[in-house]
């Protein structure tokens, strides 16, 4: 269904009329992303009637007058004529007009008086971003309503985006989504101003497009076996023709692909395909066998998903497949993946050995040679590699482009290999990763990129050299959908972050200011429920923060939100509501354990769930501590201090607030303030034995009076068997007591599961003293 026409209104009642055309004379102008510039004048409005109609004096601005007249939602004429009277009037005129080259392909000036709105761009794209302006110069609330009778301030408007490439990233291999859906995701990006929609059509448990040439690619490697309480990703099989078991999945036909790559043309976004290589594939290796690595006696290696490098059908395929999708993509870029090449079968596979041997290649020069192949096979057909950073691995083509998606200390490590780089950082730009640290949260991946800090990301901060910057193509989001099998959930994990993404790829740099995008926010919201989106209220979700007061050995307790809206809270345990609870305007102080409950009203609604919190109020709150073995790399959160700090992680363990120990113990000594009884001690925990992260097998308590000769006083024994690999998250506070002991200083061991051939954490957030 086209996203437009989602839902369409029969009727405009006039009081509903008369709000919309106050609101448009009365409030600011909330337009996202915020153009370059923007004067408003006290002039008289233009208002829509019906004799007003759209003027244009090419067929090139056809598209852009046909967008605008979805968008008006009435039967409004569009008329062609070679040149403009003077004394036009009621008209939306479109004119070419050469002074606004400065402007480039992409930027447009909008106009708007009493008698006219003219849009004047050098190109039929500038046209449909003037059109998508006026789009929001509308009230909210006439979303898919008629426009007949309301106005548009008047007003000139001058405006260019930042980057050229402005991107969006979906993922249909891990869930496949229906063609009507991958219209409305391509119109979401039009409407925020976004020009590249990056398919994500093949994975390793998912083949989502047709290739004539090898039918199997989709007859078996589109479909897999529903297995009940398993990922995806857990104990895959692709389902075959005559299997009774259930089957899940899907595929685009070559007419289809056709049809949205049209369908986006017309909204002026490139779609970028992604057909992996040379991992990611397991799925074409249940296809094809044959292409696996083979050991001693031709004998296959595991499916890990890595094409045989040394086998001369594993490019033979890829380049039947890669000569069908360049018919169907008319894209500058084909997009390879690249990522997350296991190097184990290479390096035992007889055929993959004999390459490496005859070139003294190593594994890593093997997957450039392997990328290498495919980087000049698209240039001899006219057309860019790009791939995901890893490709840097070994010696790349210079001509490769690469698109990085580490975390933002490595974006400069990764420009400085001189490729044309386009930026999807994942500790900002991940979609998939959560939008707020709620337990109410739907189960999301790791990371955490709420709104305030995709919108506060800066792709080129002034530390990075200039020779590194030009190198920049753009910026672009990435949602992949191992936690998201329907479309609605996947609007709940773009919106509004998309609003942000819009923001930080059009907005001129050093122009950004939160509380202007906050006030924006409001209209956006607004939008999005008309339309209707299934965006998520994250951003209103109260976020209870804790602090450790060092003077008074409390807790103050902030409770904040990023969108505006009112909190109510109570510390006694029943459930806030407009009519039970304090309203919060500043912080609390705790001195003793309590539970917090907050909730966020609007217009005296509730907005979102009840968040809940316990505070602990423990003997060692900012008491000295080390560290003896240091723990990982982003899983630092501020070292040995957040053992003692009571701020507790919640079930992000991606979050920053915990610290993760990998193939280690966790030694850690307190010192307290003065000599202090003691007879408890709690160990709070996270696990997630999908992503590595294991309780702990046990947890020793010890003491001492000097801080140097430590008697054990418990041992808690949490050793277990046949413990299950899923993605369930657990918190605990493992609690070992024992008789009371007057000590100043104490260690606590917690010893890490010891698992053959592969890496394992301990998660710990807080050591509590009772």
């Not at 041997?357 to 190593?362: K, P």
């Not at 001189?418 to 990371?447: C, I, R």
């Not at 919108?455 to 990075?464: A, G, I, K």
């Not at 041992?715 to 609690?735: G, M, P, Q």
Request: glycine letters at 6%.
């Amino acid at each position: 269904m086209n996203f437009i026409n989602k839902t369409v209104a029969l009727f405009v009642l006039a009081g509903t009329l008369m709000a919309c055309q106050s609101e448009t004379n009365n409030t600011k102008l909330h337009i996202i992303p915020e153009p370059v510039s923007l004067k408003k004048t006290d002039n008289p409005a233009f208002r829509f009637n019906d004799e007003t109609k759209i003027f244009i004096t090419d067929t090139s601005m056809f598209q852009a007058a046909k967008r605008l007249k979805n968008i008006l939602s009435y039967d409004i004429t569009i008329e062609t004529k070679t040149a403009i009277a003077k004394d036009m009037t009621n008209r939306v005129l479109f004119k070419y007009h050469m002074e606004t080259d400065s402007l480039g392909k992409e930027g447009y000036l909008l106009k708007s008086n009493q008698k006219n709105i003219t849009v004047e761009a050098t190109t039929p794209v500038g046209f449909f971003y003037g059109v998508e302006t006026i789009r929001q110069l509308f009230p909210p609330a006439s979303v898919n309503q008629s426009k007949l009778g309301l106005e548009i301030p008047s007003l000139q408007i001058t405006d260019k985006p930042r980057f050229k490439w402005r991107g969006m990233h979906l993922d249909v291999s891990r869930h496949f989504m229906p063609v009507s859906f991958v219209k409305e995701f391509i119109d979401y990006l039009a409407m925020h101003k976004l020009n590249t929609f990056h398919w994500h059509l093949v994975d390793g448990i998912g083949w989502r497009i047709e290739i004539k040439s090898h039918p199997e690619l989709t007859d078996i490697g589109a479909w897999r076996v529903v297995k009940e309480g398993k990922k995806p990703w857990e104990d895959f099989e692709v389902w075959r023709p005559g299997d009774d078991r259930k089957k899940y999945g899907g595929f685009y036909t070559q007419e289809e692909i056709k049809q949205v790559v049209a369908y986006a043309k017309e909204r002026n976004i490139t779609v970028i395909p992604e057909i992996e290589l040379p991992g990611h594939s397991e799925v074409v290796f249940q296809c094809y066998p044959e292409l696996l690595c083979v050991g001693k006696n031709n004998a296959p290696l595991a499916n890990n998903g890595v094409y045989c490098a040394g086998n001369p059908n594993s490019y033979k395929l890829l380049e039947a497949i890669i000569d069908e999708v360049i018919t169907l993509f008319p894209s500058e870029y084909i997009h390879i993946g690249g990522d997350e090449v296991s190097k184990r079968n290479w390096n035992t596979c007889i055929r993959c050995k004999k390459v490496m041997n005859s070139q003294n290649y190593d594994a890593f020069e093997l997957q450039s040679h392997f990328v290498n192949h495919f980087d000049q096979y698209l240039k001899d057909k006219g057309r860019k590699l790009i791939g995901w950073h890893e490709i840097l691995e070994g010696e790349l083509s210079p001509t490769a482009t690469i698109m990085y998606w580490g975390a933002e200390n490595g974006v400069e490590k990764a420009l400085s290999e001189g490729h044309p780089t386009v930026l999807t950082t994942g500790s900002h730009l991940y979609f998939d990763h959560y939008q707020s640290l709620s337990k109410n949260e739907p189960k999301a991946f790791g990371g955490f990129a709420p709104l305030k800090k995709v919108y506060q990301y800066e792709p080129l901060p002034d530390s990075l050299e200039n020779k590194y910057k030009s190198k920049v193509l753009g910026i672009q989001a990435n949602i992949w959908t191992e936690y998201m099998s329907t479309p609605e959930h996947i609007e709940y994990m773009a919106f509004p972050r998309i609003a942000a993404l819009s923001e930080i790829a059009w907005q001129e740099k050093g122009k950004k200011d939160w509380k202007r995008f906050q006030e924006k926010m409001e209209s956006q919201i607004m939008r999005y429920e008309k339309f209707p989106i299934n965006f998520s209220k994250s951003a209103y979700r109260p976020i209870i923060e804790s602090t450790l007061d060092k003077e008074t050995k409390g807790i103050l307790v902030s409770l904040i939100t990023e969108l505006p809206c009112e909190v109510i809270y109570t510390t006694d345990g029943s459930n806030p509501s407009l009519q039970n609870g304090n309203v919060y305007n500043q912080p609390i102080v705790l001195q003793n354990n309590t539970i917090i409950k907050a909730i966020a009203l609007k217009n005296e609604m509730p907005i979102s769930e009840i968040e809940e919190k316990e505070i602990i109020v423990h003997k060692a709150l900012g008491a000295k501590t080390s560290l003896i073995n240091q723990p990982f790399g982003k899983y630092s959160a501020s070292g040995a201090t957040s053992l003692t700090d009571g701020i507790f992680g919640g079930n992000k363990w991606g979050n920053g607030k915990w610290l993760g120990f990998l193939n280690k113990d966790l030694e850690s000594t307190i010192q307290l303030d003065t000599t202090t009884t003691v007879q408890k001690i709690g160990l709070s925990c996270i696990e997630e034995t999908a992503a590595g992260i294991y309780f702990p097998t046990s947890i020793e308590v010890s003491y001492s009076q000097n801080g140097k000769v430590f008697t054990s006083v418990q041992k808690l024994d949490l050793s277990r068997k046949n413990i299950e690999v899923n993605s369930e998250v657990k918190t605990r506070i493992f609690w070992v007591d024992f008789p009371a002991v007057e000590t100043k200083y104490l260690k606590v061991t917690a010893r890490y599961s010891k698992i053959q051939d592969k890496g394992t954490f301990i998660f710990t957030d807080e050591i509590i003293v009772k």
